[in-house]
């Protein structure tokens, strides 16, 4: 069954506590996205990743760093930085011939 | 620049009756536009898109969307809402040829649908 994987589904980050978000894909796309969803907002751009080995800031990177070493998976982390952290994360792969984002089911992030 | 404007953050409707998710945008650029929902808990999913072919474009679960140019417009559409139609839903544009790190995203507009 093809998708995207996020994991966890809840995560809870303790004052000055670096936590990281799992995103896993077994749809072979090369393209890869993090995005933040506050309520009432639209999604914004965290990070994105065209390639392995590769990525670039969104919109929002500040208090977030990424890595992409495998082309299956991209783990989003939230430093201790990022001041607002609460917020509802998540992940996606694109299919170019489709034009189409997948998308995870997503992480909800809240501070203790 | 490229923004986009849901102009309802909620709308009730009926089992039953037509439901009418308004969308504007602004763009530079002949856009690319989308429509996404979400449902509870969820990653979102595609609907629909236009990309400069057919102005109206059909989508899954019988939903439809218009292209305007005149108006900016794009506008989703279904006869007759069903209950598992309640969720949120998302314009989203896009100029094209530039990747998809280029997507704006509406605001949203939670559809809720009464027996």
């Known amino acids: 069954d093809g998708g995207i994987t996020q994991s966890p589904k809840y995560l809870f980050r303790k004052e000055g506590q670096n936590v990281t978000l799992s995103c896993e894909q077994n749809?072979?796309?090369?393209?890869m996205y993090w995005y933040r969803q506050d309520p009432g907002q639209g999604l914004r751009l965290i990070y994105y990743?065209?390639?392995?080995?590769?990525?670039q800031k969104g919109d929002i990177a500040e208090g977030y760093s990424v890595s992409r070493e495998k082309k299956e998976s991209f783990p989003l982390t939230v430093t201790s930085a990022q001041k607002n952290p609460t917020a509802f994360y998540l992940c996606?792969?694109?299919?170019?011939?489709?034009?189409?984002?997948?998308f995870g089911s997503g992480t909800q992030l809240s501070v203790l | 620049a490229q923004s986009v404007t849901q102009l309802d953050s909620h709308v009730s409707v009926s089992e039953g009756t037509p439901v009418l998710l308004r969308c504007n945008y602004s763009?530079?650029?002949?856009?690319?536009l989308f429509w996404y929902v979400q449902h509870p808990n969820k990653g979102l999913q595609l609907l629909l898109k236009y990309t400069s072919a057919a102005t109206l474009v059909k989508g899954i679960n019988g939903f439809e969307a218009e292209f305007k140019k005149s108006e900016t417009s794009f506008h989703l559409t279904k006869p007759s809402a069903h209950m598992s139609d309640a969720a949120e839903y998302f314009c989203?544009?896009?100029?094209?040829?530039?990747?998809?790190?280029?997507?704006?995203f509406g605001t949203g507009t939670r559809l809720l649908v009464s027996p």
């Open positions: 990743s065209q390639i392995v080995n590769d990525f």
């Open positions: 996606a792969s694109l299919d170019r011939g489709q034009e189409k984002l997948f």
């Open positions: 749809l072979n796309h090369d393209a």
């Open positions: 763009s530079s650029y002949s856009p690319s």
């Open positions: 989203v544009v896009s100029r094209p040829n530039t990747g998809f790190q280029k997507l704006v």
